[in-house]
Structure formats: C-alpha cells, structure tokens
C-alpha cells in the first residue's frame, strides 16, 4: 500500500499563498508553528504567513539575495521555529524537493557553491542539530523541507517491512503499517515528527520484556535506529565524484553512524522492521506515592521494578511539588478485557492538550515572571489529571499499540527538557530511580528554600532495552553506532537503558543553573555502576552559556561514551571519520557539529 502527496501537521488546516510570481506556496494552519513564528516576526512587517518567494523578499526583507538553485526548484523565505520556541531564526531560504533526485541535486549545488543544507521536518525537537537561534540568512543555511513531498510509504506484509521517504510522518507510517496488521512495539509519543528526524536521533518509548515474555518477530527493545533493514541518503559517492543517493544495506560497515546520524545526511528513504503485534492494554495510576514507587531498591510494593516485571512497558510522570505521578503501563492483551474501554484512535488523553483556563492563567503567571507559582501549577496539573482519567474514562484503554503510544498532540504546552539514558543492568533499574528521585526532591526542594523554582514542568521517565542488531534479523547487521541506547561493549550486563527528562519553560530563573548541577551528579553518581549518555534531541552540556555549550561535554564525555569498550574502528572516532568521508564538503553540518564533531579533528 502507498500513500503520498502533501501533509500538513497532524490536525491543522491547510492554507494557500499566492507569490508575486503566480506560484502557489502551500503552508500550514495557525498552529504553534505560525504562531510562534508570528511573534518572532511581529516587529519587521512580515504577514502570518512568514512565507515569501524571492520576488516578494527583494522587495519587503533585507538580505542576501535569493539564491539560484538548480532547475524546477524556487526557493522561498520562512522563519524556523523549533517545539520549544528556543530555536528561533531570521527568515531562512527554504525549497521542498520533490524527489530524492533533487535532493541530490541541491546537494551537489550545495557542495560548489558553499551552501548548508539542513532537512527540516515538523521541528519537533529541541537541540540545535538543524540550526542555531539566530540564524540568518548569511549564515547561507538553505532548509530542505521534507514533508511537502517526500512522503510516500509502502508496507510489504510478506516481507514484514514499511519504506517510507523520510519526510513522513511517524504517524502515517505507523497507520500504514497498521493497515496491514502490523506494528512498532515502542516509539515516540508525538505523531508529528517525520521518521528521517525519528532516525537522525534513535526516537524510542518504553519497553522491555516482562517476566516471562519473549521478543516478537520483528520488534526491538531498542531505538527505531534499530529496525532499519536498507535506508537511502544523500551523500558522498566516490565512484561518481560528488554528491548522489546512495542505498546502505544493513550489513555495510558505513550504515552504522547513518542509522542514527544527528541531521549530518539526508534520508530520502528508509526501510523498517515491523511486527505484528496483538492490541495492547494501557492502564493509568494516579495513586501510587512516589515514597512506594522510586522505594529503595528491594522493598514490598508498587514500585516501577515490580512494574517492569508484570507489564515490562512504564512511564512516568511526575508533576513538580507533587507526591503521586501519572503511572502509565502498557501490556499485550489479544482480547479486551472486561473493564477496559476500546479506542480506535491516538490522542485519547484530551485533557493535556486541551488546556483549562486554571492551568493556563498560571502558565501566563510563570512566563510573566513569577515562578513561584510552579508550587501550585505542578498540583493543580496533577489533580485535573486525576479527575480526567476517570471523567473521561481514560484510565484504562485497549487498542492497537499506535493507539495507545501516540498521545502527544502539537498543541501540547511547550517546555524544554534535559535528556540522559541511563545504562545499567535490569536488576539496578530500581536503584537508578531511588537515587535519581531522591536528588531531584532535594534539589526542587533546596532551591524553594531560597525562593527559587526553576523547574515548572514534570520529570518523565521510561525505560527501554539495548539496541540488539540481531533483532532485525538479517546475518551480520550493524549496530546504530551513534544511538543513545547502542550497549556499552564491555559492560554486556548493562541490557536496559532508563531515560529521564526534566521538563520547564524555557528561560526559566535558574533553570540553567539546575540543569548544569543535574547534569553533572549524574555524570558522577552513576560513575560506580551504570554508562551515561546523553539524549540527543533534548538538552544536555550544559554550560554558563547554556545547553550544548559545555566543551568538556561535547568534546570528552560524549566521544568517550562511544568508545568505551568499542574496537577502534566501532567507536566515536571511526563514526566521525565515517560521517567526514561521506560529508566531505561538511554540508549538512550545523554549528553544533562543528563544536562536537569539529572539521579535522578539531
């Protein structure tokens, strides 16, 4: 089955502009995109639209000129905009291929005439791996947008796969695939992020095996990074002497830095592993003390170890100022069970997209300057949750996996995070949470002390498996070398990986600073026993600058958690070299990889 052609955002309205030259420019509705780009531009004259063709641009924005790109493809000036809002640039020229040709095309034009390129998809992240804040158009970036055309997905049952062109979305692919019955056993939450951007930084959910339970055919434990049977991308080819696409089958040694390759190529397609999978239970819990759930490891009681071990799919959220999380845990289950309520669709918990004017008159509060109202924002989040998990009977569903795992809409409110996977053995996962929450408590409550709140959004938690090549079942497949979840080699025991985020709205008072101190007692406590990374789409090498500043970060500490334990042509240098010998003209390379993977070494 195949479905192609243009997709706006999930859920929002598609507009048309009219050029000065006739042509006709398709964007999006008034979503958080628009809006925020909106504000970004409010003081230079722009319209909503934030969309204009070059004749328009020499006229109404000062810059560089238009650039000339290869026949059939216009560009066009758009503001880029990230989840957060953080990321916030100058009208950056923008084109929409229409195939992967062109794609190639643009990086050849690229390559001579000294242009970046960099994919752009929903912009449903938060680290700068496309562009910094600020960015302008002399910093000659032009934006590849994949989502207009590069679409098209095809689902092979015999073979068990999905090719999907990497500006899809994860949502459509997960609806294709589920078409023909089958399914990813876990994966991100937001259905807008296309699965080029899914890939470039191993998007994962929760998962690993219950007691008792054995891998489906087809399913991983690990990162989509490792469900990849053959992926397309645009770059260096030796034979031809310049840039073209070029297929990479799991087994060659270079797929291994482009299964999860942080935006430095541009997958025009891909094709996954899938499963088929029976429907699934979904259960929330409201009522279970954190004191009982992060328990010392060992005790009686509802912990999230015993969780694992009955469910082996977790997730937590935890409000700040709070004692009871949102526990959700998912369980195959063929047939509905007696008490649950069947969905057919994703998206079922309305109530946090749908914000009440409670909330959201102290949303305003926090972003007009007053933190402190974190201490009642946190309580009054968590006790709407309560109360709609069960007026919306919502606290137990069953459905198709995407049903269940799919429940981040666009109109979420929009936060920053930290971002770290933790690797340790199955048995330590409880240790990890004790102690982890023991230091978050803490420190939100040391802070409070001082009239200082600078977290105002929850604290999520999930745990995953390793990424195991052998998963996707082909002889000699390569490990994603990049991905945060690939095993530490010379720690095999380390076979489940615990993610932990900590949510607050951007510029929050001293959030910089309680990022920078977190950041640094997980680097240390965990030292003992367990492998730091870091999440590559959230934050992290923090700094007096901010996030992705930090030079002992990114240039010791993330080179040396690949390489721990790795042969020296599987670690961080091998995959760089990989990345250069592919990108030889560091087209795709934004500033923080330059910072991180630096031209020559450095």
């Known amino acids: 089955m195949a479905t192609t052609g243009d997709r706006a955002p999930l859920g929002t309205p598609r507009h048309r502009a009219s050029t000065s030259e006739g042509t006709i420019v398709e964007h999006e509705g008034i979503n958080r995109r628009t809006a925020l780009a909106a504000a970004a531009i409010a003081g230079s004259g722009w319209t909503l639209s934030a969309m204009l063709s070059p004749a328009e641009a020499a006229v109404r924005v000062p810059g560089s000129p238009a650039p000339v790109l290869p026949a059939g493809m216009t560009p066009w000036l758009e503001v880029f905009v990230n989840w957060s809002g953080e990321t916030r640039t100058s009208p950056l020229w923008t084109v929409a291929p229409t195939s992967a040709d062109q794609v190639a095309e643009l990086a050849r034009w690229a390559s001579s005439n000294d242009w970046r390129l960099r994919a752009r998809g929903y912009q449903h992240n938060w680290s700068p791996l496309s562009v910094e804040s600020g960015s302008t158009q ?8 994949t989502v207009k055309h590069l679409t098209a997905i095809t689902v092979d049952p015999t073979a068990m796969t999905v090719t999907a062109q990497g500006g899809a979305s994860l949502e459509a692919v997960l609806n294709a695939a589920n078409n023909r019955g089958l399914s990813i056993m876990h ?17 994962h959910g929760t998962a690993v095996p219950a007691s008792g339970e054995t891998r489906p055919a087809g399913a991983t434990f690990g990162s989509l990074s490792n469900l990849v049977v053959s992926m397309d ?32 190529t541009i997958v025009t397609s891909v094709q996954l592993r899938v499963a088929k ?32 071990r009955s469910c082996g799919r977790v997730e937590v959220i935890l ?21 649950s309520r069947g969905t057919s669709s994703p998206y079922n918990y309305v109530f946090s997209d749908n914000i009440p004017q409670q909330i959201s008159d102290l949303f305003k509060k926090i972003q007009t300057g007053t933190p402190a109202i974190a201490t009642q924002l946190g309580p009054a989040q968590q006790k709407i949750t309560a109360t709609s998990l069960t007026t919306s009977f919502v606290s137990d569903l069953w459905g198709a996996p995407k049903n269940l795992q799919l429940y981040v809409r666009p109109n979420t409110p929009k936060v920053t995070a930290n971002g770290y996977a933790i ?10 949470l004790y102690e982890f929450h023991n230091y978050y408590k803490a420190s939100v409550n040391e802070y409070a002390k001082r009239w200082r709140y600078p977290v105002n959004g929850p604290l999520e938690i999930r745990v995953t498996g390793v990424d195991n090549p052998a998963d996707v079942e082909i002889p000699g497949a390569i490990t ?23 949510l607050t709205f951007p510029g929050t008072p001293y959030s910089l600073q309680f990022f920078q101190e977190c950041e640094q007692w997980v680097i240390n406590n965990y030292a003992s026993y367990a492998g730091v990374r870091m999440e590559w789409s959230k934050g992290w090498g923090y700094s007096a600058d901010g996030a992705w500043q930090n030079q002992d970060i990114l240039q010791n500490q993330v080179p040396r958690s690949y390489s721990q334990g790795q042969p020296a042509d599987q670690g961080w ?13 560091r087209i795709y390379a934004a500033p923080l990889h330059d910072r991180l993977m630096p031209p020559n070494g450095g």
């Open 187 to 203: 994966h991100p939450a937001p259905g807008d992020v296309t699965i080029g951007g899914a890939l470039a930084i191993a998007g």
């Open 319 to 339: 409000f700040p100022f709070t004692s009871f999380p949102w526990v959700k845990t998912w369980e195959f289950s063929r047939y509905k069970p007696l008490l």
């Open 480 to 502: 994603p070398t990049l991905s945060p979840s690939r095993q530490f080699a010379d720690h095999p025991e380390w076979d489940t990986v615990v993610w932990l985020d900590i």
């Open 277 to 308: 999978l029976s429907n699934m239970r979904c259960r929330s819990y409201i009522t279970i003390p954190t004191w009982e759930l992060f328990a010392k490891p060992g005790s009686w009681g509802r912990s999230v170890d015993s969780y694992l």
């Open 233 to 264: 991308a645009v770059v260096w080819d030796e034979t031809s002497g310049d840039y073209a696409v070029k297929r990479f089958e799991r087994t060659d040694p270079d797929i291994g830095p482009l299964l999860t390759n942080l935006g430095r």
């Open 138 to 145: 002399e910093s000659r970036v032009l934006m590849v947008d």
């Open 423 to 432: 690797h340790c053995r199955r048995a330590d996962v409880q240790r990890v």
């Open 573 to 585: 240098d091998s995959a760089v070299r990989i990345l250069e010998k592919l990108d030889p003209s």
